[in-house]
């Protein structure tokens, strides 16, 4: 039989019926000996031996408690034992882990020493959050928030850093000693000239004005308010289509912060994209279609579903094998029963070169395709001929359909060579106006104008502007 006992913050805590349960004869096992909790046990004059030499021999949080459970369910192979630990047990993880074991196991919850640290602060709520300072792990917490066991230098400085992380280090904070509590900067948690097992940080509500720091469910609040009726006279009159080309503009600007390399411009962009998504889910939860929260519960469930080589039971060596499982988890999560329904299924809104290629890279994987690069470079030739006739004929409708069979054909070669055809196109776009603007460039240093040179002049320049190019790349 196991008696798992809380004893509370201090010595006159210890639960009414405990004190029998000690006296009994049972085997008495404190967590630690060190804590003024501890006091109330030593005062009914029973032995009693302490885990504290376990805390030496544990190489993280999660292992102490695991050795902590096991010398417990050890001993009480041999007879029946009551387990004590600090604060309540509903906040020690080994107490937890005994629990979980132990069938029938009795127990006394004891008083919570987050209870006492809000108390201390007088920080009061209905809703709080509280975290040991040993496991401080997972994201952010709501608030109000108290952090206990901050027992020592080592651990309040692994507070500070994840706290200041969370809510920033200018945000307002309580110290709580001894019962007694301090207001202070999150950035001084760390700065005690001593610590116990009393220490604890509480940090209040934060209004939204005064956060420098903020999660998904900020975001979320921050576009309510705006669309609210006394929000943003703009914000409140937008819809799903009159925003879908903010979207693909902060999409493109995310791709350029990419391509520069610049880590401040990818964040800054990275969160307009982010704010685009959100704006979509707050204009249909406000039609009652679905929510933020689907918005995220929709997209964790596809991730899952889809890489099923690391959450269920396919299997995946290389890059190319998760994708294959990617495309195939997909199929089915859509629906798709036909290869009309894969190859229908690509975004119109696609830039043209890229939808070319997806369309027919989809079609491939049913045998419908070229035998290789050679063939489809052939069909080049046949389309080219056939747009230079329908020039030579002058119909604008023929010209045109002519133009994008030659552009298809050419995404065709270009895909079974192994190239992005958009990455490639945009490349060479840019290419060609470096090389236009080192043109301009070198007419310009002669003191002539671009407009009035002959074509062999131009192309001469051209030529002299290409190789300074070529030798900066």
Same mark, same amino acid.
């Given at each position: ?28 096992? *404190? ?32 292992? *102490? ?217 707050? *204009? ?99 389309? *080219? ?89």
């Amino acid at each position: 039989m196991i008696t798992v006992i809380g004893l509370g913050c201090e010595p006159s805590d210890l639960p009414r019926g405990a004190a029998e349960v000690l006296r009994s004869g049972v085997k008495v096992i *404190l967590r630690t000996g060190e804590t003024p909790a501890a006091e109330g046990v030593r005062a009914l004059g029973v032995c009693f031996e302490t885990l504290d030499y376990i805390y030496e021999a544990s190489r993280n949080f999660d292992t *102490l408690n695991k050795k902590l459970a096991a010398a417990v369910l050890s001993a009480a192979k041999e007879g029946d034992v009551a387990y004590c630990v600090d604060g309540s047990v509903t906040e020690d993880v080994s107490a937890q882990l005994v629990l979980r074991r132990a069938k029938g196991a009795k127990v006394f919850c004891g008083a919570s020493k987050a209870d006492r640290a809000f108390a201390a602060a007088k920080v009061f709520s209905r809703s709080r959050t509280v975290r040991s300072a040993y496991a401080l792990e997972g994201e952010r917490p709501l608030l109000p928030l108290a952090v206990y066991d901050v027992d020592c230098d080592l651990i309040a400085g692994d507070v500070k850093l994840k706290l200041c992380d969370w809510f920033g280090d200018e945000a307002d904070a309580f110290f709580v000693e001894g019962g007694k509590a301090e207001k202070i900067k999150l950035y001084e948690a760390d700065r005690r000239k001593k610590y116990d097992s009393t220490c604890a940080v509480v940090i209040g509500e934060i209004p939204l004005l005064k956060r420098t720091r903020f999660d998904f469910s900020d975001l979320v609040e921050i576009l309510r308010l705006l669309r609210a009726p006394d929000g943003c006279p703009w914000d409140r009159v937008q819809t799903h289509e009159s925003i879908c080309k903010n979207m693909i503009e902060e999409a493109y600007e995310l791709v350029d912060a990419v391509e520069s390399g610049d880590d401040s411009k990818i964040c800054e962009e990275a969160g307009d994209v982010l704010m685009q998504g959100a704006f979509h889910a707050v *204009l249909a939860e406000e039609r009652g279609a679905f929510t933020p929260e689907d918005v995220l519960s929709d997209v964790c469930r596809k991730l899952i579903f889809r890489h099923s080589h690391i959450f269920g039971k396919d299997k995946a060596e290389s890059a190319d094998g998760a994708l294959s499982v990617w495309e195939k988890n997909k199929t089915v999560e859509k629906g798709q029963k036909t290869a009309s329904d894969t190859v229908r299924d690509v975004p119109k809104v696609f830039p043209a070169a890229m939808r070319a290629q997806k369309a027919a890279k989809r079609a491939a994987k049913y045998g419908y395709d070229f035998k290789d690069v050679s063939e489809a470079a052939q069909k080049v030739k046949e389309e *080219l001929s056939e747009l230079l006739e329908a020039i030579a004929e002058g119909k604008e409708a023929h010209i045109s359909e002519e133009t994008g069979d030659l552009l298809f054909s050419a995404v065709n070669v270009g895909r079974l060579a192994g190239a992005d055809c958009e990455e490639s196109l945009q490349k060479s776009t840019q290419k060609f106006i470096d090389r236009f603007c080192a043109t301009e460039s070198l007419i310009l240093a002669d003191g002539k104008d671009m407009k009035k040179l002959s074509a062999d002049e131009m192309w001469a320049y051209y030529e002299r502007a290409k190789k300074e190019y070529d030798k900066r790349r």
